[in-house]
């Protein structure tokens, strides 16, 4: 399909293209249409249903210009997400994370990935596990920012037990901030690849978006909320049970963790393998279970867990059982 736009001269011409024309870039790679300016015309070709996006959003952006109103990238790639996810309402079509990372949207790199997005939007509370690079937080923060911007929750809730990996880093010096950001980092790098610095921080101020370790938790019930527990494998029984009994009405809950990682002192205690157990068979909860194969990290990250997996299992790097010889 193939589509013609009339675009007027002078600044509301500036704000439909965007600087440097960046809007028309964000609709090309979000939606894998093509989009070209020339004169006084917008040409966009490909899928009929993607054109269709891309007609609506240039619509929008044109209205908000003509009311002297410059969108923001994050604003176009919010009207991307809510057509796009209008349309496959619309359409019948599968379910898809309204969530971008470098202007493209973020899906599933494999089956078991797939299956755990399916698992988030069916499902009030999902327990994934899984190795080291396979998609388990990264997703659960993209599904986070999509139940955020489709306005289906009104904040999102980040949360790891503070325990270190086999180090004691002793008193952190700064604010409350300051002495949990080193464990919540990798939960904001997830974000900070999702959203601009300056709406973090906005959200963050405004109460939107909360970092906060698992010891500040108890007490609390979250209500309409996106809450993330990440490396649940470094909570306690006790700790788990209060975690799971913090939801509230209109909340998604997402436990993600690696059973192979664990830094406790007594692994035998950890409430990640606990809950698994206890909870398998419960209605309403999804278990998903990542493998090597969901690895989506660099290439030597796979071959990096098959060979710790190989020696926990008593192998050597060939396969071959210690003690069996070999040429």
């Known amino acids: 399909m193939e589509l013609t736009i009339h675009v007027p001269a002078g600044p509301e011409r500036v704000g439909l293209l965007g600087s440097a024309e960046r809007n028309l870039k964000m609709l090309r790679e979000t939606l894998g249409v093509s ?4 004169d006084d015309t917008i040409r966009v070709s490909g899928d009929h249903a993607a054109v269709s996006v891309a007609r609506a959003v240039i619509d929008r952006i044109g209205r908000a210009s003509r009311q002297g109103e410059a969108l923001s990238r994050e604003q176009v790639l919010d009207l991307i997400a809510t057509e796009s996810g209008r349309r496959d309402s619309e359409n019948g079509s599968g379910f898809r994370l309204s969530a971008y990372a470098g202007g493209r949207q973020i899906t599933a790199r494999s089956e078991n990935q797939r299956v755990y997005i399916d698992a988030i939007n069916s499902n009030d509370l999902v327990i994934a596990t899984g190795p080291a690079g396979t998609g388990k937080t990264y997703l659960a923060v993209a599904a986070a920012v999509h139940l955020l911007r489709t306005e289906q929750v009104r904040k999102v809730v980040l949360a790891r037990p503070a ?29 900070h690849d999702m959203m601009e610095y300056t709406q973090i921080r906005r959200f963050m101020e405004s109460d939107v978006v909360e970092l906060v370790p698992l010891a500040f938790m108890r007490g609390r019930t979250l209500n309409n909320a996106a809450i993330i527990l990440d490396e649940a494998q470094n909570t306690t029984r006790g700790q788990m049970q209060m975690f799971l009994t913090r939801m509230g009405h209109g909340s998604k809950m997402i436990i993600t963790g690696d059973t192979t990682q664990i830094d406790l002192p007594d692994p035998r205690e950890s409430g990640l393998i606990d809950a698994v157990r ?16 969901d690895v989506v990290r660099h290439p030597l990250v796979q071959r990096i867990v098959d060979a710790y997996a190989a020696d926990a299992e ?4 060939g396969g071959v059982p210690r003690g069996a010889g070999g040429a």
Do not use: M, Q, S
């Open 163 to 191: 325990v270190e990996a086999g180090e004691k880093l002793g008193f952190l010096p700064g604010d409350i901030e300051a002495k949990v950001n080193p464990y919540l980092r990798p939960l904001l790098d997830a974000l």
């Open 314 to 317: 008593g192998r050597t790097d």
């Open 35 to 38: 989009v070209t300016a020339r």
């Open 278 to 293: 206890r909870l398998r068979r419960v209605h309403g909860i999804g278990l998903v279970t990542l493998t090597r194969e």
